[in-house]
Nanobody, 119 residues
C-alpha cells in the first residue's frame, strides 16, 4: 500500500511563488505516473500536470507557463513549482499516482495541502 504526503502549502500574495512536494512510500515509485490536482471550494477536482517515470510532462492550459512539475525518483518525490500565483489558484492541492499499466486511473491520493493566494 502506497502513501503520498504533500507539503509546502501556505499563504502567499498574488504574484508570489510556492513549491509543493509529494513524498511517496510503498510500491516502486518509478512505476507510477505522478500528477498534481487541485480542488477549490465548490468546484470539482481538476488535473494540473502529470509526469511520467522518465520525466515527460504535460500541463493543463490553466497552469501552463506558470507551474512546473518535476520528480526525483531517487527520493520518491515529486514537486510542483508554482510561480506568478493568482487568487484563483487558491485550492487544496493533491498529488496522485497512476500505475504505468493503466495511466488515467489513479491508484493513490495524498491528503492534500492548502494553498491560499491573497490579492
Amino acid at each position: 500500500q502506497a502513501q503520498l504526503v504533500e507539503s509546502g502549502g501556505g499563504l502567499v500574495q498574488a504574484g508570489g511563488s510556492l513549491r509543493l512536494s509529494c513524498a511517496a512510500s510503498g510500491p516502486t515509485f518509478a512505476r507510477y505516473v505522478m500528477g498534481w490536482y487541485r480542488q477549490a471550494p465548490g468546484k470539482q477536482r481538476e488535473l494540473l500536470a502529470r509526469i511520467s517515470p522518465g520525466g515527460s510532462t504535460n500541463y493543463e492550459d490553466v497552469v501552463k507557463g506558470r507551474f512546473t512539475i518535476s520528480r526525483d525518483n531517487s527520493k520518491s518525490t515529486i514537486y510542483l513549482q508554482m510561480n506568478m500565483l493568482k487568487p484563483e489558484d487558491t485550492a487544496v492541492y493533491y498529488c496522485a499516482a497512476d500505475h504505468v499499466s493503466n495511466p488515467g486511473t489513479t491508484n493513490y491520493w495524498g491528503q492534500g495541502t492548502q494553498v491560499t493566494v491573497s490579492s
